[in-house]
T-cell receptor, first 116, second 115 residues
């Protein structure tokens, strides 16, 4: 079974500081992608960053970067220079293909609060 | 380019009524996915449709729930004889093609409340 685990229900960080959100997953698939989505209070689901499982190099998108450890099945998100607008729920997601269909498996989320 | 449009944003129904949730995918997207989000939980996959076809409905309850994506018009998620446990946020996502590296673009969701 495919699972995604986010072990930190809530976190807070001071503005301009760095914070790391953890995510682990379990799968027997070889071909998959990992994503981080942000859900602000407006409830939109906004793609933050994605990582291809077959790539060793960690993905980076401006202030957002990941630490992808494939052997450990770990995919953490680092937010540098945190801003008030980063306050949101963050969901880790794993996409794989099976029998011609493509599915996201989402974690339960980490609520991040950036403090002024 | 308009994003994924879902309506209504909020829907209130009494137990036993029917709920219809609409989703217009992004222009050029022919793949639509529906998810349900309970409070304080992540999104759970319900169904995946491509124009006029249901590709995967493994996450959808066998009874009372149905989905369609007709040749013309939006995708519809229909819940018959709603019960309190159906209260949730329902998200639609779309993508231009089906590929494991293809992120899905989400709508703003419909919050369904059952009285």
């Amino acid at each position: 079974a495919q699972t995604v685990t986010q072990s930190q229900p809530e976190m807070s960080v001071q503005e301009a500081e760095t914070v790391t959100l953890s995510c682990t997953y379990d799968t027997s698939e070889n071909n998959y992608y990992l994503f981080w989505y942000k859900q602000p209070p407006s409830r939109q689901m906004i793609l933050v960053i994605r990582q291809e499982a077959y790539k060793q190099q960690n993905a980076t998108e401006n202030r957002f970067s990941v630490n992808f450890q494939k052997a450990a099945k770990s995919f953490s998100l680092k937010i540098s220079d945190s801003q008030l607008g980063d306050t949101a729920m963050y969901f880790c997601a794993f996409m794989f293909t099976t029998s011609g269909t493509y599915k996201y498996i989402f974690g339960t989320g980490t609520r991040l609060k950036v403090l002024a | 380019n308009a994003g994924v449009m879902q309506n209504p944003r909020h829907l209130v129904r009494r137990r036993g009524q029917e709920a219809r949730l609409r989703c217009s995918p992004m222009k050029g997207h022919s793949h639509v996915y529906w998810y349900r989000q309970l409070p304080e939980e992540g999104l759970k996959f319900m169904v995946y449709l491509q124009k006029e076809n249901i590709i995967d409905e493994s996450g959808m309850p066998k009874e009372r729930f149905s989905a369609e994506f007709p040749k013309e018009g939006p995708s519809i998620l229909r819940i018959q004889q709603v019960v309190r446990g159906d209260s949730a946020a329902y998200f639609c996502a779309s993508s231009p093609r089906a590929a494991v590296n293809q992120p899905q673009h989400f709508g703003d969701g419909t919050r369904l409340s059952i009285l």
